[in-house]
């Protein structure tokens, strides 16, 4: 079985550049998360989607970040303008039904750097 | 404020011996706790998943307990080996409110031959 494909694996930019990034879930998992991972720190929710419709992005800084879910398959994260402080491993990760009740299962992730 | 904290420093064990790591939880309610581990450059990987009516979860030299009187779990890898060298994260789903996990920092265990 394949496994949460992500890409890039490594990204470089500058400061108020854009930057995306891509994730293609585990055949069949209705519900797709995108995680921010600091350097030292645990994974924190970014986003949280249920099939193509966002069941919880409380924690997702809407001024420069925007994800989609098209047809319910792959996702993309976008950040514009990137800051310094979105140097982090952005993980994907899927499971078949909600959050807690179901095992995630997570990709390598993108690990971004700002300049 | 909510808090999810795991044994803050690294934990170096000898081979052989039982490696017994802490989560702490601080005004959550989790109706489930997981715990995955983490290799360098890799995404989590789960294993094991406990809820809040179950005391202990066994799979094969793991072990989990869950204590919501002392807002404690703690993970067990018994007959540590080098392999088992890792960060281990714990996360918990709340009863009520949001939908998602919270994870904890995390604890980098180091396995000595």
């Known amino acids: 079985e394949a496994g949460v494909a992500q890409s890039p694996r490594y990204k470089i930019i500058e400061k108020r550049q854009s930057v995306a990034f891509w994730c293609n879930p585990i055949?069949?998992?209705?519900?797709l998360y995108w995680y921010q991972q600091i350097l030292g720190q645990g994974p924190k929710l970014l986003i949280q989607?249920?099939?193509?419709?966002?069941?919880?992005d409380s924690q997702l800084p809407k001024d420069r970040f925007s994800a989609e879910r098209l047809k319910g398959v792959d996702s993309t994260l976008k950040i514009q303008p990137a800051k310094l402080e979105d140097s982090a491993v952005y993980l994907c990760?899927?499971?078949?039904?909600?959050?807690?009740?179901?095992?995630?299962?997570f990709g390598p992730g993108t690990r971004l750097t700002v300049l | 404020s909510q808090k999810i904290e795991q044994n803050s420093e690294a934990l170096n064990i000898q081979e052989g011996k039982t490696a017994t790591l802490t989560c702490n939880y601080t005004?959550?309610?989790?109706?489930?706790l997981q715990w995955y581990r983490q290799d360098p450059g890799r995404g989590p990987v789960f294993l094991l998943l406990?809820?809040?009516?179950?005391k202990e979860k066994r799979k094969e030299r793991l072990k989990v307990t869950f204590d919501t009187t002392l807002k404690q779990s703690l993970f067990h890898i018994t007959a540590s080996q080098p392999a088992d060298s890792a960060t281990y994260l714990c996360?918990?789903?709340?009863?009520?409110?949001?939908?998602?996990?919270?994870f904890g920092t995390g604890t980098r265990l180091t396995v000595i031959p």
């Open positions: 989607f249920q099939n193509n419709g966002v069941v919880d």
């Open positions: 055949s069949g998992h209705a519900t």
């Open positions: 990760a899927s499971s078949l039904g909600l959050a807690g009740r179901n095992e995630q299962f």
């Open positions: 005004n959550y309610s989790p109706a489930y």
């Open positions: 406990i809820r809040e009516n179950e």
């Open positions: 996360a918990l789903l709340a009863r009520t409110g949001a939908n998602n996990l919270f």
